[in-house]
């Protein structure tokens, strides 16, 4: 086996500098990097917002949050807000932290459904999270104990760039302009070379591909099988558009369920972000436009953007000497954020398992079957919001309604239904705190719930109820808005 020294990340957005920003923060010392991209390609960003272990990231790169937030006009972000996915005029809240306090066997909607059948209460889940209830008041600390769990809206474009400027201070070189030309091994297949439209050639040993949806090297050299999962995600498109800010950037992403599809929100401290996620088969780009700019709080500032997409995943992401990292690999809708995190673990399992020595085949199938085991869960928890709406409103919400799911996905709501077990395996990203917030805010009702909760009398159940409460709202109360911290802390100059 040769070493592998010469890295050639073909692809530049947020995928491409990721992968560059890591590998070279990591192992920059030992790898020759180049990274080659074309101004005149652009990129897809369907969305600016990630979810909290992006701060893990961000600790490798050792980026200060406050620099950070500034150079991407960053937001904070608590959650999401849920509008109209279980039944019209329904609203939940997905927090990223936990709800109430919990014991080692039940977790608190135990506590809160025993409280509820008692008759004892009558609040929403919601008012029990610390994250929930400061979203709604629009507040937001670092200094509170506890400190909210969160993460980020930001400009895509801008934290290309940033990480840009990370990688280049670390060695990376940039090229720009098209690959016209691949090279393979003609025997054992493996990649050699890009041939760049200026006519250089660029000569590797391990390939990234991160090219997007074209899979420049995963697809169209290596003829890598696409796995589709349309049957059970159905939307294909997306229309996008920026809108004027039109009050303080609230801190959560708003995700808005219309009788298609459903439309996003993502507030900037420089304008708003916004889109409409659809399936084509049921509404025609031209009235899912309509609806998005029937929809929107500020006015346009950019023309609405159309993106076609396909979900599913490559059978393989690693193969021969070609790892495909973001779009390439596999795409799932920024239902709740994961589209980031996924680019995030494919560049860290890389530095875990980076073939110094030479590819042996043995990393390379675990590379493979955690990046799959990975993007299966986050899938299964996506199809969850579908599956259990109660809406029956539009053809669309009834065929997802009435669809087949996976067979461990029918599992785990069939055991919630039962006795409100959430349960989360193999170390799964979605905690069992977020499979109950999706199902108990779209309308299942379970016919029980943990015996260990009856260890609490019916005074002390009631108290404990109401200590939540008076802690959360205590905490809520004292904090400054969201507006005002981010003036304090990381306010973005004039873009």
Not at 3 to 19: K, L, N, P, Q, S
Not at 95 to 112: D, K, L, R, S
Not at 345 to 353: G, P, Q, Y
Request: overall charge negative; hydrophobic content about 40%; charged content about 25%.
């Amino acid at each position: 086996m040769s070493r592998v020294r010469r890295v050639v990340i073909v692809g530049g957005g947020t995928a491409g500098w990721m992968t560059a920003a890591g590998l070279s923060k990591s192992l920059g010392p030992v790898l020759d990097i180049t990274l080659v991209e074309s101004d005149v390609i652009g990129t897809v960003g369907v969305g600016e917002a990630v979810i909290p272990l992006i701060k893990s990231f961000h600790a490798l790169l050792e980026l200060d949050e406050a620099e950070f937030m500034k150079a991407v006009n960053g937001t904070f972000k608590l959650g999401i807000e849920f509008e109209n996915w279980g039944q019209l005029g329904d609203s939940y809240f997905h927090p990223f932290g936990p709800t109430g306090v919990e014991a080692w066997a039940a977790q608190f909607h135990h506590y809160w459904l025993k409280a509820r059948r008692q008759g004892q209460e009558t609040d929403a889940l919601r008012r029990f999270s610390l994250e929930a209830s400061m979203a709604s008041a629009g507040k937001f600390t670092l200094a509170s104990d506890p400190q909210p769990q969160f993460a980020y809206h930001f400009d895509a474009s801008l934290y290309a760039r940033l990480l840009r400027r990370l990688s280049e201070d670390n060695g990376v070189r940039r090229v720009e302009g098209k690959v016209v030309d691949v090279d393979a091994h003609p025997d054992s297949g493996h990649i050699q070379s890009v041939q760049m439209e200026s006519g250089e050639t660029i000569e590797g040993d391990l390939f990234i591909d991160c090219s997007g949806f074209r899979g420049l090297l995963i697809q169209q050299v290596l003829e890598t099988p696409w796995e589709d999962w349309s049957h059970w995600l159905r939307n294909d498109r997306a229309v996008a558009v920026q809108t004027e800010s039109v009050g303080a950037p609230a801190p959560y992403t708003r995700c808005t369920a219309r009788p298609s599809g459903w439309q996003w929100k993502i507030p900037l401290q420089n304008r708003v972000g916004n889109g409409l996620v659809y399936c084509s088969q049921y509404l025609s780009d031209d009235d899912a436009r309509k609806s998005l700019l029937d929809n929107l709080e500020g006015d346009p500032i950019t023309e609405p953007r159309l993106i076609r997409f396909r979900t599913g995943r490559r059978a393989n992401q690693w193969v021969k000497n070609c790892v495909a990292v973001g779009l390439s690999s596999g795409f799932l809708e920024p239902l709740e954020s994961t589209s980031i995190h996924l680019i995030q673990n494919s560049v860290l399992r890389l530095v875990r398992m980076f073939p110094a020595d030479g590819i042996d085949q043995t990393e390379v199938r675990q590379f493979n079957n955690e990046t799959t085991t990975e993007i299966e869960q986050i899938r299964d928890f996506i199809i969850l919001h579908y599956k259990v709406t109660q809406r029956g409103d539009s053809p669309y919400w009834i065929d997802c309604r009435d669809m087949e799911v996976p067979e461990h996905l029918a599992h785990k709501i069939a055991l919630f239904e039962s006795n409100a077990r959430a349960v989360r395996e193999n170390n799964e990203m979605f905690r069992e705190r977020s499979w109950a917030a999706v199902m108990l805010g779209q309308g299942i009702e379970p016919t029980g719930y943990h015996p260990f909760v009856d260890n609490l009398s019916d005074p002390q159940l009631q108290g404990l109820m109401q200590q939540v409460k008076t802690n959360v709202a205590r905490i809520v109360a004292a904090s400054p808005s969201h507006q005002e911290f981010l003036r304090g802390y990381c306010a973005a100059g004039e873009s």
